[in-house]
Each structure stands twice: as structure tokens, then as C-alpha cells.
């Protein structure tokens, strides 16, 4: 087993507190809470506001951060930022993030992995830990979804909610930290889960809203397939480069889009249900943020304690997959 070269020390997380309930979608889409919980497990999740921009809701996960880590923003020396929804295209969401927050010594950038972004995130800040480029690596991630999801789309609107998680990630200090990762993509297959429109090849148009092509598509069925493989394969890979078998693990904290996804990854995983973290009949589908919202919750719940091994996996549009083994 590799000598760690990074460790992730505190959490933080916000989430909106607008709850909107299946029972509320029941009366604008056709649709019930019984249809929406049988197929995804959620039972409600977050609504942002018009002010509780994605960067605010990064700035509140942040700044619990810092605060566990005796931190100040001037203290930071890099900002990794995981989004699928920033509040603007140009500059990054991680520069917007290092505006508000004043951490002006901090370099500052976006990944852009949609629903695996927290744990791509996660790996390159390890990478600009090891090559000694920075100490102090805040990675955070943040969805305001529901700004790009389609209300009139009963398949898609009531998978996803809104907010944010972060944590920091350091040199070690001694055995803890991250043991071995995965990143994997396919983007042969980007069109199973995607936004047609918005970018530089479909500018923003009045078109775009009329033909709801600014939105997020989804062909469910397909991509519920392709996350259960990805994901399975995702644990293999990351226990097998730690040196580790499923019976080290202690926690499992899988991306929350599907009840079912989750309880298929963690049969193929050989990680008992009670292994695992599960918060998407609360949150919904909060793509990047969907891990970092559940281990704030884990850690501060007790699920999650110092010498725990946890392991991170996670599928997303792209399509993207990744996995991680941490010793907390």
C-alpha cells in the first residue's frame, strides 16, 4: 500500500432551505410520490433562490472549512471548484468563489466532470499537493441545477436539488489520507445525459428556451446501465490500487442520483447496505455536490471517524466515472 501524499481535513456543506416535496411536483407534473419514490428513492430535496447563487452556496460550505481548519481565506493556496452549473461562464466559478471569499493568495480553477466532479476535484488537488505546489487546496463543490432543469420534464425535474460541500485537502500527517483513485470517461457517449444548447456551438438563443434545448436530457434507462457498470468498475479499480478488499472498507459513500444505483454499486462492491451513506430521499441528485453534502453529513453524524477507511464513487455526464479510497 502507497505512503499517502495527501490528507482531507475538515468539512463543510449548505444546503437551501427550501425543501420541495414529490407531493409538490405531483401538482404541476404528472406524476406522484409513490411513481418518484419507487424509481429514485427520493422523497424531497433543496430549491435555491434567486440570491442563493452557486458561489454563495460554496462560500458557506467554505467557510466551515476554514473555520475547523483555523484558516483564513488569505491562508489558502489553491481553490479546486466542481460544477455543472456556475453562475456564469466566464471567469470559472473558482475565481468568482475566490472573489467573495478573499483568498487572494490562492490560485483558482474549475473541473468540469458534472456528478463525479467532487472526486476529480478531490484528485487534482492531491496532484498540486504531491508535486509541492501548494499546502493548503480547498476543493469545493457546488450545483444550482434547478436553473437548468427542465420543470415541464416529469423524467428529469424531480431527480435534482441544490447546494454545495467542501473540504481541504494537505499534505499528510501521518497514515491518513488519500489512498489510491480512478478516473475513467467515455465521451462517445455524452449524448445520453447532456445540454444541447448554451455553448459556443448553440449560442443562447430565444430557440434554445422554446425548444427546451438549454435544459438537461437524460435517456434514463440507458444511462442507469451505464452508471451501475461504471461505478462497479470504479470500486474495483480504486481497492485494487490501495491493496484493499471490500471487507476494509467502513463506509461507502457513493454520487446519490438512485436509490437503485447505489444498492447495485454497493452489491458488485461487496459493501453491506449498512456500509453505506445514503441522503438522496432528502437531497435529490446534487451531481457534484451529491458526495461532498453526504460526507459533511457523515463526519458530523458520527457515520464517519478518525482511523475509518471510506471510499468515494461516482458516475456523471461525459460520460465520467471516478472512485477514491481515503484512510480519515
Not at 30 to 46: A, K, M, P
Request: proline letters at 3%; charged letters at 20%.
Amino acid at each position: 500500500m502507497k505512503r499517502p501524499f495527501a490528507e482531507l481535513s475538515g468539512t463543510g456543506s449548505y444546503a437551501p432551505p427550501r425543501v420541495m416535496t414529490n407531493d409538490e411536483f405531483s401538482k404541476i407534473l404528472d406524476t406522484s410520490d409513490q411513481w418518484i419514490r419507487e424509481r429514485t428513492g427520493i422523497r424531497e430535496r433543496r430549491i435555491s433562490t434567486k440570491e442563493e447563487t452557486n458561489a454563495c452556496m460554496g462560500k458557506a460550505a467554505a467557510l466551515q472549512v476554514l473555520e475547523q481548519n483555523g484558516l483564513t481565506p488569505l491562508d489558502l493556496d489553491a481553490i479546486v471548484y466542481a460544477t455543472a452549473s456556475p453562475d456564469r461562464l466566464l471567469p470559472s466559478q473558482a475565481c468568482d468563489l475566490q472573489a467573495i471569499l478573499g483568498a487572494k493568495n490562492a490560485a483558482a480553477l474549475d473541473v468540469g466532470a458534472a456528478c463525479s466532479g467532487f472526486v476529480y476535484a478531490l484528485s487534482v488537488a492531491e496532484g498540486i499537493v504531491a508535486a509541492q505546489q501548494a499546502e493548503r487546496v480547498l476543493v469545493v463543490a457546488a450545483e444550482k441545477l434547478t436553473s437548468i432543469m427542465d420543470w415541464s420534464d416529469r423524467t428529469t425535474a424531480v431527480l435534482f436539488g441544490d447546494g454545495a460541500g467542501a473540504t481541504l485537502v494537505r499534505p499528510c500527517t501521518g497514515t491518513r489520507g488519500i489512498l489510491s483513485s480512478y478516473l475513467k470517461s467515455d465521451g462517445t457517449l455524452a449524448e445520453l445525459l447532456y445540454r444541447r444548447g448554451g455553448g459556443a456551438s448553440h449560442p443562447p438563443s430565444e430557440e434554445l428556451l422554446k425548444d427546451h434545448s438549454y435544459y438537461i436530457k437524460m435517456a434514463g434507462r440507458e444511462v442507469f446501465k451505464a452508471a451501475v457498470l461504471s461505478m462497479a468498475d470504479a470500486c474495483d479499480q480504486a481497492l485494487r490500487r490501495a491493496g484493499l478488499t471490500a471487507d476494509d472498507i467502513d463506509l461507502l459513500i457513493p454520487h446519490q442520483a438512485n436509490i437503485r444505483i447505489i444498492e447495485a454499486t454497493a452489491k458488485h462492491a461487496g459493501v453491506p447496505m449498512e456500509k453505506v451513506y445514503v441522503n438522496v430521499d432528502r437531497f435529490g441528485n446534487t451531481s457534484a455536490a451529491s458526495i461532498a453534502i453526504a460526507l459533511d453529513e457523515a463526519v458530523k453524524t458520527g457515520r464517519l471517524t478518525a482511523g475509518m477507511t471510506v471510499m468515494f464513487c461516482a458516475f456523471g455526464a461525459g460520460f465520467t466515472w471516478a472512485s477514491m479510497v481515503v484512510r480519515w
